[in-house]
């Protein structure tokens, strides 16, 4: 059989070994040469291919529930499930998804794009299953990284306080998050992969106890469960502690042990963890010597796994700008530190790690103790950074209210990644974080036009005391604007800046939508229109001392925002509007109520409505002169 023909995941049943392990080298090639063709990530998947092929050997896919826990090391199970001849579309617009996505597939049981949800959804499945009376298995996957997530050890505590509930959770041990694991679970999980099995010395101690003059039943099986204790190891002993029958490590490339551990999981009555140790990048030795580095990549050239090189040099990323001005901040300042929630490199944090490792901490998958953790150092008079990727951040929205805002803490966020950031699609978009962090007393909001402006405005986060403080930046490159070396000062808090003078309309933008806005006033200068352009810089407190007056004059105003519209910066200028008693036309542009697939950040936009020509169009039909455009919403 090809893997070109597997349309049901049944059909891998009663392959030999052999030819299973015909498929996995089939899966990872397709794998290989997707995404070195139109980026994604690519070690998770690649670690995973024998552990998909041999549990799902042991499941009737047409009954039986799998959860994966964060969908970039689903890639196989996308691949066996009717999605090879649509695989090079991965990630691309109208394609597959890079996440798993209900809607894409009834095998997708679960979506997600956030890590340590998959044994609470999968507990879930499995307790509807036992009220309807229903009879099938349920199984969750998560990481080892995303293990230190506290939502997932929130489940492990509930699954095992069901002793009648049947689930089986895969703990695919890696070694690996997206940076090296940290924290004391995946140093117990490492003396764990360094333990050899020893299961096999207990299976038969209950029965052989028996025969044992003197000894009844009751006394062999806790003589066999005190013998366990001596030779499970220490991990595994923790885990049955907890309510859950515990296998492993198993090797998660062997499919024939893989295979008879998963079928002796399914027999037991009750929540079972099968711990499977991998290899992240398996059968690819760049990915497997570079497992930080390849977990996700660009288009890259397969035989030399070197990324394609650009058609010509880009600017610095909002990242590593982000990550090279805190570094040199934070070596003339003790008191700083920064925090990243398993996202060092992603944040342009691993910059800071290198030259001032004392001042970074890692806490691994675990938002909400990254805010606490930061309200607390900020209790002790340190100044901390708490550097999140927007969409992770609203995993912590509670505590960002109690434990920072309401006790008024000099927590500094700092959210990579906001507004469009593209391929990965609906959970990854940062479209919230103006409206979550907005509403919330005492909270400063700021975002920056360029990257020299996103130096000063770390300056300001890092020297504002008063109280917590947001800043939020785009993903990508910015402008090739020149960077301050020295001298750099802070803003004044709520104070924006007139970029452009005219008469007919008023641009107010926020963030990344600056520069457009200043591009949209151009064409529109073209088309006999004379716009007047506000850069923001702050949606909370909002420079009404400088828009207000504008607006009155003007009597038309747009604002400009790459977050949603509902709650958002639009909004914003809206009531500070209303408030004052000034009436106004008001265009509010920027991304309506719906969820913004994958694609490219331009091709998204595009969709939207918001590149400088379409919003030129649309501000024109707003003002009565052209022609109207179509936008979703």
Sequence with gaps: MHLSDITHPNQLHGLSIPELEAIARQIREKHLQTVAATGGHLGPGLGVV????????????????????????????????????????????????GY????????????????????????GMAIARDMRGEDFKVVAIIGDGALTGGMALEAINHAGHLPKTRLVVVLNDNEMSISPNVGAIPRYLNKLRLSPPMQFLTENLEEQFKHLPFV????????????????????GAVFEELGFTYF????????????????????????????????????????????????????????????????????PSYSKVFGQTLTRLAQDNPKIVAITAAMGTGTGLDILQKHCPNQYIDVGIAEQHAVTL??????????????????????AFDQIV??????????????????????????????????????????????PKDEAELQRMIVTGIQYTAGPIALRYPRGNGYGVPLMEEGWEPLPIGKGELLRHGRDVLLVAY???????????????????????????????????LILPWAREIGRVVTLEEGCLPGGFGSAVAEALLDAGVTVSLLRLGVPDILVEHAKPEESKAD??????????????????GLAVNVPG
């Design 402 to 447: 109690h434990d920072v805002c309401i006790q008024k803490l000099p927590v500094f966020f700092c959210m990579d990644r906001a507004g469009i950031v593209g391929a990965d699609g609906p959970t990854h978009q940062g479209m919230y974080d103006i409206a979550y962090l907005r509403c919330l007393p005492h909270m400063v909001l700021m975002a």
């Design 50 to 97: 024998e552990l998909t092929l041999g549990l799902y050997q042991t499941l009737d896919l047409d009954r039986d529930k799998v959860v994966w826990d964060v969908g970039h090391q689903a890639y196989p199970h996308k691949i066996i499930t009717g999605r090879y001849h649509q695989f090079h579309t991965l990630r691309q617009k109208n394609g597959i998804a």
């Design 608 to 625: 939207l409505g918001l590149t400088p020509p379409q919003m030129s169009e649309r501000i024109q039909e707003f003002l009565g002169l």
């Design 374 to 395: 930061a309200a607390g150092l900020a209790c002790e008079g340190m100044r901390p950074v708490a550097a999140i990727y927007s969409t992770f951040l609203q995993r």
């Design 100 to 123: 798993l996505k209900r809607s894409e597939s009834r095998f997708d049981h679960f979506g997600a794009g956030h890590a340590s949800t998959s044994i609470s959804a999968a507990l």
């Design 216 to 235: 009844d039943e009751a006394l062999a099986h806790n003589m066999k469960e005190g013998m366990k204790r001596l030779t499970v190891p220490k991990v």
């Design 511 to 545: 963030g990344s939508m600056v520069i457009p806005a200043l591009q949209t006033a151009e064409i529109l200068k073209e088309h006999g229109v004379d716009a007047t352009v506000i850069n923001a810089r702050f949606a909370k407190p909002l420079d009404t001392e």
């Design 248 to 315: 492993g490590p198993v090797d998660g490339h062997n499919i024939a042990e893989l295979i008879d551990t998963f079928q002796r999981a399914h027999q037991i009555c009750g929540p079972v963890l099968v711990h499977v140790a991998t290899t992240k990048g398996k059968g690819y030795e760049v990915a497997e010597q570079d497992q930080v580095g390849y977990h996700a990549q660009n288009a890259f050239d397969l035989a030399t796994g070197k990324p394609k090189p650009a058609s010509k040099p880009k600017p």
